[in-house]
Structures are given as C-alpha cells and as structure tokens.
C-alpha cells in the first residue's frame, strides 16, 4: 500500500450557490461569464476578474491549509501530499498572480469569506483529525477548482487566462485523486 501510494504521489474553492456564483461572474458550471471573443470588452475583463478572484483565494487556502499540514502531519502519506500542495500551488499561485499583473487585474492574497472559515476551522485541529478534516476539504476544494478551470479553459476569458486554465486543468484534476486516495488512507 505505501508503494503505490508513493508512486501515486510521484505521478502526480470554490464554495458558491448559484447565486454567489452569478455575483463573481461565474456561472453555475464553472463557466466565466464573458464574450469568449479574446478581446478585452467589459464583460471579458469582469469574467477575467472573477475567475482571478476565485482561483487566487483557492489556491491560497490549498497553500495556506498545506503548509499547516506539513507542520501538524503525523503520517508520512499527509506530509507527501502536503509537501506536494505547497510546491505545485506554490508555483501557479506565483504564475496566476503574474498573469494577473500583466492584465491589470487585482489579486489578492486574502482568502475570501468560505475559504477563512475552512482554514480556520481546521487550521485548529490536530494529530488524526487534523488529516482527516485536510485530506477531506482538500479533495473538496480541488473538485471545485477542477469545474471553475475547466469552464475558464474553455475560451470565456482572455487567451492568456484561458490557457493557464488550460495548462493548470490536468494537474488540479491530479490534486483531486490524491486527495481521494488520501483520505480513502486515513480512514482505513
């Protein structure tokens, strides 16, 4: 079981109601809200934004939530994923913020209202329940994230937008298995 679970790892949120949804630019399935025609019109720059938005504050409570695990981890298949989370969330986190720039968008390290409540709550967890509450809102969180870059892969935002979601797509639907198998460990 460890081996494949180490081969796995080495392979290797957006919480809205269908009106939290409309209010950021986001529609119901994770679709941007825009033109699609590539050029910056208000509503292309707005969907651009949302889509910013959701993704930054997403991939800060994966960050953030990540690094507490490498800290509070008691098993070695925890501080894998974890040590995983910070490296790639790392990464795009600096990549969407860049792009972000480049666009003249806004982008935020703060995390919106839901995800704080999700860090909070189990920032403040420890030993088994901790990883337990981890591996289970990482899985959530990623599944979410999954629909939001999927809809904005599919050419609603800017060409630069769309192709990180694009790019970024494979890798978060990665996160979601290893948050599967994750939790499926933990509470064996």
């Not at 690094?67 to 298949?77: F, G, H, P, R, Y």
């Not at 968008?105 to 709550?121: F, G, N, V």
């Amino acid at each position: 079981m460890m081996k494949k679970w180490i081969y796995t790892l080495g392979v290797a949120g957006i919480l809205c109601s269908s009106t939290g949804c409309a209010t950021l630019g986001i529609g119901t399935d994770g679709t941007p809200t825009g033109t699609g025609t590539g050029t910056e019109t208000q509503s292309t720059k707005q969907a651009d934004q949302a889509f910013v938005t959701a993704a930054a504050s997403s991939g800060q409570l994966e960050l953030r939530l990540s690094e507490v695990a490498l800290q509070k981890a008691v098993t070695i298949e925890t501080r894998e994923f974890s040590r995983i989370m910070v490296n790639h969330h790392g990464k795009a986190n600096s990549e969407l913020q860049s792009l972000a720039r480049q666009q003249d968008l806004s982008y935020s390290t703060t995390l919106r209202s839901e995800h704080q409540a999700i860090y909070d709550r189990v920032s403040k967890l420890t030993g088994a329940a901790f990883e337990k509450a981890y591996a289970t809102e990482m899985e959530a969180v990623h599944q979410q994230d999954v629909t939001l870059f999927r809809g904005a892969s599919q050419g609603n935002l800017n060409v630069s937008l769309s192709g990180y979601a694009l790019k970024t797509l494979p890798v978060l639907q990665g996160h979601v298995r290893l948050a599967t198998q994750l939790k499926n460990v933990l509470t064996k």
